[in-house]
Structure formats: structure tokens, C-alpha cells
């Protein structure tokens, strides 16, 4: 049969996935564009049509200035859309094992409504060959219309960094790949509407899908060989960051700094790749050795809290510990793989009372997480873990901070390194 002309103009848009990433390219699309915004959870369609984004990345004022970007749960409303894109997550389970069941959910219900001629972007980081072996099966069995003939499909990795206002989706260099040099440029064509940086064309999809996932394994690697050199430090009893400073005076160190990696990207990907590479028969060391090693930084620093507890004759059941910040990152509602739980799980091993202040979450998941939001009172912690380095806790000060304890002998461990060494008792 012939194949069915694919055409350079675009109508209408469907997101599908109306999160960090998914949210803000709709909005700047809806500028250019007519869009649907398709989300399955009704309560954040609800927030959206009422000008209220839980994420932080798109204020009220613009939610409420839309004039081509509608909101919806229901799939019927995509029937007239010509160009999809998918910007859904792609978590791992409990086994670190990648989790598609929410990108196959994705592609069956554009499955419904896709016509000849459409063509579907994809966005969610995925190993290498996903897109062909998982999501464009389920389209063509689900649609009973066949690739490159009837329909067409690209890969545009996200590069969205949630809670950064300088490096945006307008700002990143766009990767766009697509399953024939026409659908390339066509995916070049609706992105370079919202990206004034670089749009990037990649010869094939898997090479994009690739190139995303390294970006985040790149960075793990280095911060687990950093968070490695901060235990190796504090075992002889030298200062992390005074030796990474003295370091970084050669012109081509690379700076990273240590800490609790977790979030949706970086604390995932790597097993995304992992996986991939496994089922080939290649052993991918390196990745999961500074997976395992990130993996453990959280019960490290409780048992460095510990310690000094105890070097204090304490009795735990007696103790009251806060932990300040719960988001997987700084001036950020995220607490999706928060590794700031691994602190808080450890700890309460020991029948210790816990309690966790965080200004930034939402305040609805803040009330299901039992979070508090409000600024602890004075004298009442025997320690205080400050986890996050949210821009609420810089503002109140070391001072402040310390005088959460009960007294002198109190102690305040800064994860992140935002106070002074001589002004706390233990940073990474």
C-alpha cells in the first residue's frame, strides 16, 4: 500500500502527562499552538483549570492568562489532535527494576484516537530502544495502523531541571529524533516554537534515548566517587569541601559536591541503562557500584549522628530530632525518591522521635506525609539534621537553626554544606 503523506503543519497538540515536564511545554506551546492537556489524575486537572500548579513551575497568573491550552481526563477529547507528546514518568520498582506500565498506559490511550497521518513524540527517559520495542507495538496493535505508513513517532528527551528558573525548557538545547528524516523535521519544527536555544536533530531514536540517559548516569557516577571521597575524609578527619576547593584549582577538575541523590532522574536512570545493558549480556559495574554507593549515604549520616549520641551518654528513647527539608532537592516541592527517608527510616530504628519541617511541599502531600510546615520552635530538638538546602533555611540563619536545640549541647548537622564548618557539628 502507499504510504500516507506526513504533513509539515501542525494543528493541534496533545500532552499527555501534565507534570515538571509535561506542564510547562504545553503552556509554551499553547502560545503557538491549539493544546490539550490530558492528565489521569482528576484532582491535578481540577488545580490546573483553577490557575494552581503543585509543582512550582507555572505561577497562577499564567495559568490563568491560557487561551488555547485546555485540561482534561477524558481520551475523547484528543480526537481532532494531529501531533502527541508524551511526557509521563518512567519510574523503577522496588527491585530497581524500570517500571513502563505508565508509558504503555500512555501509548494505548493515544492508541484510541489515532488517525493516518499523526505523529507521536515521546519525551519520558527510557533505555536505549524502548520507544521501538515498547510504545510503538502497543500503537500499531492498539490503532490497527502501521508505522511510517499510517503514522509516525519521535524521541525529544526532557531535560527539564524542576525548581531551576534559569536553565527552562526556552534555555536547554533540545535533542529531536524521529522515525524518518520528515518526522525530524517536524518535531524541529513544533519545538523550535518554545526553545530559542539549539534544536539538536539526532540521526536515530535510540541514539537520543541514549544520550538522555547517560546525561543523569554521568552525573550519579561522579557525585557517588565524591560522596565516596567524603567517607574516606571523614574517617582521617579532614573537611570534604576544603579539599575539593584546594582541588578545583586545577584547571581541569571537575567540581561536584557530595550528598543524598535521589529524585526522579538521576537516583532512576542509571537502572534504566542497567537494565538494558544486562539483557544483553554486558555487566554495567561501574553504574551500579555508584548507584550502591549514593544508595548508602543516608544511613551513613544517621550513623554519624548516632555516634555522637552516643559519645554523649544519651538515651534515645529520650531524644527528639528534627530533620529540615524532605524534597529530593533544593527550593523544590519534588519528594519523589527523596533520599532524605533513608535518614528518618534509619533513626527511627532506634525508637527515636522524629519530627520534619519543609515549607516547600505542597501542602496537601506535606499533611499526608505528616510534615510540618510551620518554623520549629526554639530549644525543643536534641539535634537538628538540615537535609535540603532550601532558600527558607539559608534565610533563617544558622543562629536561628541551632537554637532549635534544647541547649549548648545540641547538635546541627548540615548535609549540603550551607553554614559554616565552624557553626556546625558534621557536614558531608
Known amino acids: 500500500m502507499k504510504q500516507i503523506y506526513q504533513p509539515m503543519h501542525v494543528n493541534k497538540i496533545a500532552i499527555i502527562g501534565l507534570g515538571y515536564v509535561g506542564l510547562p511545554l504545553a503552556v509554551g506551546l499553547e502560545k503557538h499552538f491549539d493544546v490539550i492537556g490530558f492528565d489521569v489524575d482528576p484532582e491535578r486537572i481540577q488545580e490546573l483549570i483553577n490557575g494552581y500548579d503543585r509543582t512550582r513551575e507555572v505561577t497562577s497568573a499564567d495559568l490563568k492568562a491560557l487561551k488555547r491550552l485546555s485540561f482534561s481526563t477524558d481520551p475523547n477529547v484528543m480526537a481532532d489532535v494531529d501531533f502527541y507528546?508524551?511526557?509521563?514518568?518512567?519510574?523503577?520498582?522496588?527491585?530497581?527494576?524500570?517500571d513502563v506500565s505508565i508509558l504503555r498506559t500512555a501509548s494505548a490511550t493515544i492508541a484510541k484516537t489515532l488517525k493516518p497521518t499523526n505523529t507521536v513524540f515521546y519525551e519520558s527517559t527510557v533505555y536505549p530502544g524502548a520507544t521501538e520495542e515498547i510504545c510503538i507495538p502497543v500503537l500499531e496493535e492498539q490503532s490497527g495502523l502501521v508505522l511510517?505508513?499510517?503514522?509516525?513517532?519521535?524521541?525529544?528527551?526532557?531535560?527539564?531541571?524542576?525548581?531551576?528558573?534559569?536553565?527552562?525548557?526556552?534555555?536547554?538545547?533540545?535533542?529531536?529524533?524521529?522515525?524518518?528524516?520528515?518526522?525530524?523535521?517536524?518535531?524541529?519544527?513544533?519545538?523550535?516554537?518554545?526553545?530559542?536555544?539549539?534544536?539538536?536533530?539526532?540521526?536515530?531514536?535510540?541514539?537520543?534515548?541514549?544520550?538522555?540517559?547517560?546525561?543523569?548516569i554521568q552525573r550519579d557516577v561522579n557525585i557517588a566517587l565524591i560522596n565516596e571521597f567524603s567517607v574516606i575524609f571523614h574517617a582521617i578527619g579532614i573537611d570534604t569541601a576544603e579539599v575539593l576547593e584546594a582541588a578545583a584549582t586545577k584547571w581541569n577538575f571537575m567540581k561536584f559536591s557530595p550528598g543524598l541523590v535521589g529524585g526522579h532522574c538521576i537516583g532512576v536512570d542509571p537502572h534504566y541503562l542497567a537494565h538494558k545493558a544486562m539483557s544483553i549480556g554486558v555487566d554495567p559495574d561501574i553504574i551500579l557500584a555508584a548507584r550502591k554507593r549514593s544508595e548508602k549515604m543516608g544511613a551513613y549520616i544517621a550513623e554519624q549522628l548516632l555516634r555522637r549520641l552516643v559519645a554523649?551518654?544519651?538515651?534515645?528513647?529520650?531524644?527528639?530530632?528534627?530533620?529540615?527539608?524532605?524534597?529530593?532537592?533544593?527550593?523544590?516541592?519534588?519528594?519523589?525518591?527523596?533520599?532524605?527517608?533513608?535518614?528518618?527510616?534509619?533513626?527511627?530504628?532506634?525508637?527515636?522521635?522524629?519530627?520534619?519541617?519543609?515549607?516547600v511541599v505542597d501542602a496537601t502531600e506535606a499533611k499526608a506525609l505528616n510534615l510540618t510546615q510551620t518554623v520549629p520552635a526554639a530549644g525543643v530538638y536534641d539535634a537538628v539534621v538540615v537535609a535540603v538546602a532550601h532558600t527558607e533555611f539559608k534565610t533563617l540563619g544558622v543562629e536561628r537553626i541551632a537554637g532549635f536545640t534544647k541547649n549548648s549541647n545540641g547538635l546541627l548537622f548540615d548535609i549540603k554544606g550551607v553554614f559554616p564548618l565552624n557553626k556546625t557539628d558534621f557536614r558531608l
Open 85 to 98: 507528546i508524551v511526557t509521563v514518568p518512567t519510574p523503577i520498582d522496588n527491585m530497581n527494576t524500570p
Open 312 to 359: 554523649r551518654k544519651t538515651n534515645f528513647k529520650d531524644l527528639r530530632i528534627l530533620v529540615m527539608g524532605y524534597t529530593f532537592k533544593e527550593n523544590c516541592p519534588d519528594t519523589r525518591n527523596s533520599r532524605v527517608v533513608d535518614i528518618i527510616d534509619h533513626l527511627k530504628h532506634y525508637d527515636i522521635q522524629m519530627d520534619v519541617y519543609d515549607p
Open 148 to 216: 511510517n505508513k499510517d503514522f509516525f513517532v519521535g524521541y525529544s528527551p526532557e531535560r527539564i531541571n524542576p525548581g531551576d528558573k534559569e536553565n527552562t525548557l526556552n534555555t536547554i538545547t533540545k535533542l529531536v529524533s524521529g522515525s524518518t528524516p520528515e518526522t525530524t523535521a517536524l518535531g524541529v519544527s513544533v519545538y523550535s516554537k518554545v526553545v530559542s536555544a539549539e534544536i539538536f536533530p539526532v540521526k536515530s531514536i535510540k541514539v537520543a534515548e541514549a544520550a538522555k540517559v547517560i546525561e543523569n
